[in-house]
Nanobody, 126 residues
């Protein structure tokens, strides 16, 4: 397992943008598929976006497609989630997850990922 530390959350206005960062403690980022999940109180955790180890494959939940982007900086060992046009549904806790040699399946199943960050709150205000 690897350690994951999220940052960049906080308060943002409705329609605004925010970028989350996930720093991965690993020897190399190339070997890990990284995903972002989110969870609202009383609801199941849902996959939001995923990027493969090579960065050549990505997947997004339908609810964020066209609004969110995922990218990785190999030198900084960091994966980013750029979130635009934020709305009330995005007002939840976000988690970074990793899996060694993991890929990105379209439906972003939670069980595909074995390492998890602590989570970070994103609050969208109207």
């Amino acid at each position: 397992q690897v350690q994951l530390v999220e940052s960049g959350g906080g308060l943002v206005q409705f329609g605004g943008s925010l970028r989350l960062s996930c720093v991965v403690s690993a020897s190399t980022l190339n070997d890990y598929g990284i995903a972002w999940f989110r969870q609202a109180p009383g609801k199941e955790r849902e996959g939001v976006a995923c990027i493969s180890g090579s960065g050549g494959s990505t997947a997004f939940a339908g609810s964020v497609k066209g609004r969110f982007a995922i990218s990785r900086d190999y030198a900084k060992m960091t994966v980013y989630l750029q979130m635009n046009s934020l709305n009330a549904d995005d007002n939840v806790v976000y988690y970074c997850a990793a899996e060694y040699l993991g890929g990105c399946r379209r439906h972003l199943p939670e069980t595909d990922f074995g390492s998890w960050g602590q989570g970070i709150q994103v609050t969208v205000s109207s």
